[in-house]
Every structure is written in C-alpha cells, then in structure tokens.
C-alpha cells in the first residue's frame, strides 16, 4: 500500500498503534484483510491531517475525524 507523503509540520504520537488497531477493528467487523488495510490507511491520513497540538512535543491525532 503507497500514498502520498503528508507534509511535516510537527510529529504526529500513536501513527502505528492507531493503524494498527484499526486494521483490527475492521477485521473484527468482517472486512476483508485488503479492504480493511485500506480503511484504516484512510482513517489514519485523514487523523494526522487533523491533528491538534496539545501542549509542548508531538500533536495529538484527531481519532475523531469522520471520513466521508
């Protein structure tokens, strides 16, 4: 799976942790392996798109974001 670079602005904490558990969440809803990598890649971009900086360091992803 490839996609385009998100341009570096700040760090992003918990990238692969939130891939990861995505990934599980939709196989655990019955999608299949492909459609469910992709599904969470999406969720993912989108989630470092809109991530907010809380406090000092690394912004917090939006695991709120609703993909559309």
Do not use: N, W
């Not at 989108?46 to 559309?68: C, H, N, S, T, Y």
């Amino acid at each position: 799976f490839s996609a385009a670079r998100i341009p570096r602005r700040m760090s992003v904490h918990g990238t692969g942790c939130a891939l990861s558990a995505a990934i599980a969440a939709l196989l655990a809803l019955g999608r299949p392996l492909e459609d469910a990598v992709q599904g969470a890649k999406a969720f993912v971009t989108a989630a470092i798109e809109g991530a907010k900086p809380i406090g000092r360091g690394a912004r917090q992803l939006d695991f709120l974001v609703r993909l559309e």
